[in-house]
Protein backbone atom coordinates (compact mmCIF):
# COMPACT_ATOMS: atom_id res chain seq x y z
CA UNK A 1 0.00 0.00 0.00
CA UNK A 2 1.37 3.31 -0.69
CA UNK A 3 0.40 6.50 -2.04
CA UNK A 4 1.03 9.67 -1.48
CA UNK A 5 1.40 8.53 2.12
CA UNK A 6 -0.76 5.93 3.03
CA UNK A 7 -0.50 7.00 7.27
CA UNK A 8 -2.62 9.60 6.40
CA UNK A 9 -5.78 7.36 5.96
CA UNK A 10 -4.76 4.59 8.65
CA UNK A 11 -8.26 3.60 9.27
CA UNK A 12 -8.36 2.81 5.25
CA UNK A 13 -5.02 1.25 5.43
CA UNK A 14 -5.68 -1.28 8.64
CA UNK A 15 -9.51 -2.23 7.04
CA UNK A 16 -7.49 -2.95 3.89
CA UNK A 17 -5.00 -4.69 5.57
CA UNK A 18 -7.22 -6.46 7.97
CA UNK A 19 -9.38 -7.97 4.62
CA UNK A 20 -5.79 -9.05 3.01
CA UNK A 21 -4.80 -10.87 5.99
CA UNK A 22 -8.02 -12.48 6.21
CA UNK A 23 -7.12 -13.68 2.11
CA UNK A 24 -4.14 -14.99 3.20
CA UNK A 25 -2.34 -12.64 1.29
CA UNK A 26 1.27 -11.08 2.69
CA UNK A 27 0.94 -6.57 3.21
CA UNK A 28 3.44 -4.32 2.70
CA UNK A 29 3.78 -0.45 3.84
CA UNK A 30 5.40 2.42 1.66
CA UNK A 31 5.90 5.39 3.72
CA UNK A 32 7.92 7.80 4.93
CA UNK A 33 7.34 7.29 8.43
CA UNK A 34 7.10 10.93 9.62
CA UNK A 35 3.75 9.95 11.26
CA UNK A 36 2.50 8.26 14.20
CA UNK A 37 -0.73 7.51 16.32
CA UNK A 38 -2.20 4.94 18.17
CA UNK A 39 -4.38 4.34 14.75
CA UNK A 40 -0.73 3.63 13.11
CA UNK A 41 0.16 1.43 15.44
CA UNK A 42 -3.16 -0.43 15.06
CA UNK A 43 -1.87 -0.71 11.28
CA UNK A 44 1.63 -2.02 12.26
CA UNK A 45 -0.11 -5.32 13.95
CA UNK A 46 -1.35 -6.19 10.61
CA UNK A 47 1.97 -4.95 8.45
CA UNK A 48 4.23 -7.81 7.34
CA UNK A 49 6.56 -5.59 5.58
CA UNK A 50 7.46 -2.06 5.38
CA UNK A 51 9.30 0.12 2.50
CA UNK A 52 10.00 3.39 4.67
CA UNK A 53 11.91 5.80 2.92
CA UNK A 54 14.84 7.90 4.43
CA UNK A 55 15.25 10.90 2.50
CA UNK A 56 18.02 12.67 4.22
CA UNK A 57 20.60 11.78 6.47
CA UNK A 58 21.16 15.16 8.39
CA UNK A 59 18.47 16.81 10.68
CA UNK A 60 18.93 20.06 8.60
CA UNK A 61 18.68 18.41 5.16
CA UNK A 62 15.48 16.85 6.42
CA UNK A 63 13.80 19.73 7.85
CA UNK A 64 14.62 21.51 4.78
CA UNK A 65 13.38 18.70 2.19
CA UNK A 66 11.08 16.61 3.66
CA UNK A 67 9.61 19.19 6.07
CA UNK A 68 9.69 17.11 9.42
CA UNK A 69 12.49 16.31 11.73
CA UNK A 70 14.60 12.88 10.64
CA UNK A 71 13.50 12.09 14.46
CA UNK A 72 10.17 11.19 12.76
CA UNK A 73 11.21 8.56 10.70
CA UNK A 74 13.96 7.38 13.04
CA UNK A 75 11.57 6.91 15.91
CA UNK A 76 9.14 5.01 13.39
CA UNK A 77 12.69 2.56 12.34
CA UNK A 78 12.57 1.91 16.22
CA UNK A 79 8.93 0.76 16.43
CA UNK A 80 9.40 -1.22 13.49
CA UNK A 81 12.30 -2.89 15.24
CA UNK A 82 10.48 -3.27 18.30
CA UNK A 83 7.82 -4.84 16.87
CA UNK A 84 10.35 -7.01 14.72
CA UNK A 85 8.68 -5.74 11.48
CA UNK A 86 11.14 -6.73 8.48
CA UNK A 87 12.29 -3.38 6.51
CA UNK A 88 13.47 -2.01 3.02
CA UNK A 89 14.61 1.31 3.64
CA UNK A 90 15.02 3.57 0.40
CA UNK A 91 16.87 6.46 -0.33
CA UNK A 92 16.24 8.33 -3.97
CA UNK A 93 19.78 9.49 -5.40
CA UNK A 94 19.80 12.86 -6.04
CA UNK A 95 22.68 14.26 -7.95
CA UNK A 96 24.21 17.32 -5.97
CA UNK A 97 22.21 16.33 -2.90
CA UNK A 98 22.53 12.49 -1.96
CA UNK A 99 24.91 11.60 -4.13
CA UNK A 100 27.83 12.29 -2.05
CA UNK A 101 30.29 9.59 0.01
CA UNK A 102 29.58 10.97 3.27
CA UNK A 103 25.71 10.69 2.86
CA UNK A 104 26.06 7.18 2.33
CA UNK A 105 28.53 6.69 5.34
CA UNK A 106 25.96 8.81 7.50
CA UNK A 107 23.26 6.11 6.16
CA UNK A 108 25.14 3.06 7.14
CA UNK A 109 25.76 4.26 10.18
CA UNK A 110 21.87 5.36 10.68
CA UNK A 111 20.70 1.73 9.54
CA UNK A 112 23.62 0.06 11.62
CA UNK A 113 21.98 -0.66 14.58
CA UNK A 114 18.44 -2.00 13.20
CA UNK A 115 18.60 -5.65 13.04
CA UNK A 116 15.00 -5.29 11.03
CA UNK A 117 16.60 -3.31 7.70
CA UNK A 118 16.78 -6.57 6.05
CA UNK A 119 17.12 -4.46 2.21
CA UNK A 120 18.59 -0.71 1.57
CA UNK A 121 17.62 0.56 -2.32
CA UNK A 122 19.52 3.29 -3.56
CA UNK A 123 16.89 4.63 -6.02
CA UNK A 124 18.27 7.14 -8.77
CA UNK A 125 15.97 10.27 -9.02
CA UNK A 126 13.77 11.19 -12.04
CA UNK A 127 11.56 13.94 -13.27
CA UNK A 128 8.68 11.55 -13.97
CA UNK A 129 6.26 13.58 -11.40
CA UNK A 130 7.20 17.06 -12.50
CA UNK A 131 4.28 17.46 -15.53
CA UNK A 132 1.91 16.75 -12.55
CA UNK A 133 3.55 19.76 -10.62
CA UNK A 134 2.92 21.64 -14.40
CA UNK A 135 -0.42 20.62 -14.91
CA UNK A 136 -2.08 21.40 -11.23
CA UNK A 137 0.26 24.92 -11.56
CA UNK A 138 2.70 24.32 -8.73
CA UNK A 139 6.55 24.67 -8.87
CA UNK A 140 8.41 21.42 -8.88
CA UNK A 141 10.98 21.63 -5.70
CA UNK A 142 13.50 19.90 -7.50
CA UNK A 143 13.39 20.69 -11.08
CA UNK A 144 16.77 22.42 -10.34
CA UNK A 145 18.29 19.22 -9.47
CA UNK A 146 19.36 16.54 -13.20
CA UNK A 147 18.28 13.52 -13.02
CA UNK A 148 20.85 10.86 -11.58
CA UNK A 149 22.49 8.40 -13.93
CA UNK A 150 21.42 4.88 -13.04
CA UNK A 151 24.90 3.38 -13.67
CA UNK A 152 26.63 5.68 -11.40
CA UNK A 153 23.39 4.86 -8.92
CA UNK A 154 24.37 0.92 -9.01
CA UNK A 155 27.80 1.74 -8.35
CA UNK A 156 26.99 3.79 -5.07
CA UNK A 157 24.75 0.50 -4.26
CA UNK A 158 27.62 -1.23 -4.15
CA UNK A 159 29.51 1.41 -2.04
CA UNK A 160 26.89 1.43 0.18
CA UNK A 161 26.55 -2.16 0.73
CA UNK A 162 30.30 -1.81 1.92
CA UNK A 163 29.92 1.11 4.52
CA UNK A 164 26.91 -0.55 6.24
CA UNK A 165 28.86 -4.24 6.42
CA UNK A 166 31.41 -1.99 7.78
CA UNK A 167 28.97 0.01 10.69
CA UNK A 168 27.43 -3.07 11.52
CA UNK A 169 30.96 -4.66 12.10
CA UNK A 170 32.06 -1.80 14.27
CA UNK A 171 28.95 -2.16 16.37
CA UNK A 172 29.14 -6.53 16.69
CA UNK A 173 25.66 -6.69 16.21
CA UNK A 174 25.39 -8.77 13.34
Known amino acids: LSGGEPLLQPEFAA ?3 SL ?17 NGKIESLLSLTDLVLLDVKQTTDEAYRAYAGCSMESPLSFLRRLEARGIPVWVRQVIVPGLTDTAENL ?60 ARARAELEIF
Not at 21 to 29: I, R, S, V, W, Y
Not at 121 to 130: G, M, S
Request: glycine share 4%; hydrophobic share 45%.
Open 15 to 17: ELF
Open 20 to 36: CKAEGLHTALDTSGCLW
Open 105 to 164: ERLGILLAPFRCVQKVELLPFHKVCAVKYEKLGIPFPFDCYPAADPAKTADMQAEFAQKL
